[in-house]
């Protein structure tokens, strides 16, 4: 269950990515009757007092690194210092992982876990301004830098800024269920999932940057998900020939109309196998797949898991309505 979580701050911090930590866990939402559990927040360093953040202000903080050894979830936030990373604080995110605990940095913080050597030989990412100098130093992280989050071992690396909501919200639905996750996100207004692949349950958000021509289909397509729908199709509602809207279609989409209209089902897939009740056939309709035997398919080709595990994994661990 996850109930203690510690926030470790070192010098250089940055304040937003460091806020994040503190509205999704340090805000306490459990009179609000949307089933989100109080986090017992707590905020620590190598020793208390002032912390100098990038900004040029300080963050006072209460707590030494001993309240990091009863967390469930240690957070790390963004380092920007060149001093080294101090060693009690790598012995503290060792401990945690060693003991089964959660290990999420955020933004460059992850290069504090690669120091401590939490990293070795797992995929991790980084805000995509590091990850070429995290993967120069630390040759033995396997650096992906075009992915919001990356889950390994329980340890969780995002990338920059609001990915870090991403990382959490991520971590929340894993280990507490969607309505929990759904609930934080709602109160934060912002979305409560990007897409995550399941190998690694790394996450590859939807995005209609650089859709000019195209964005209005776009946006059709992705809310006629049940719709079969030909090239030609498409192409006569965007007055173009079928040969020129498959080039601009890939061109401003970097794919196929069916490879998009299939990546997108599955989203739609998983979302629903984490909110709702309907069973795979009611799904496969549902997504446009049709039949259960093709979701499967797309699904664990995408994925890498069945559409059933992915129900089990990410239903939580305690289920809760939406509220």
């Known amino acids: 269950m996850l109930k203690n979580v510690a926030a470790i701050v070192l010098p250089g911090a940055a304040p937003f990515e460091f806020a994040i930590a503190c509205e999704v866990f340090g805000i306490d939402r459990s009179d609000r009757g949307t089933g989100v559990p109080a986090f017992n927040f707590k905020v620590c360093s190598v020793r208390p007092g002032g912390v100098d953040t990038k900004t040029g202000f300080s963050i006072e903080v209460p707590y030494g690194l001993e309240a990091a050894d009863s967390a469930d979830l240690v957070v790390v936030a963004p380092y920007q210092n060149e001093d080294p990373v101090p060693e009690e604080v790598q012995h503290v995110l060792q401990r945690a992982h060693a003991r ?49 989050y990356v889950e390994d071992d329980r340890i969780i690396t995002s990338a920059g800024t609001a990915a870090g909501i991403d990382a959490c919200l991520h971590l929340v639905r894993r280990e507490l269920g969607a309505g929990v996750a759904a609930a934080i996100a709602r109160d934060m207004v912002v979305p409560p999932h990007r897409e995550g692949g399941q190998a690694q349950y790394i996450a590859r958000p939807m995005s209609l940057e650089g859709c000019n021509t195209l964005k209005d289909l776009v946006i059709w397509l992705g809310e006629n998900l049940d719709h079969e729908v030909s090239v030609a199709e498409l192409a006569r509602r965007v007055n173009m020939s079928e040969r020129t809207f498959a080039r601009r279609f890939r061109a401003e989409t970097g794919t196929t109309p069916a490879a998009w209209v299939n990546a997108q089902r599955v989203l739609l897939a998983q979302e629903l196998l984490e909110s709702s009740d309907l069973n795979i056939d009611e799904i496969a309709r549902a997504t446009g797949f049709g039949q259960a035997v093709l979701l499967r398919h797309h699904f664990a080709k995408a994925l890498n898991v069945s559409p059933a595990s992915y129900r089990r994994t990410f239903r939580g661990t305690v289920p809760v309505p939406v509220g």
């Open 100 to 148: 089964g605990a959660w290990v999420l940095s955020l933004c460059s913080g992850a290069f504090v876990l690669a120091e401590a050597g939490l990293l070795d030989g797992r995929r991790a990412t980084t805000h995509w301004h590091y990850s070429q100098q995290l993967a120069s130093q630390y040759p033995l992280v396997k650096v992906d830098e075009n992915v919001l």
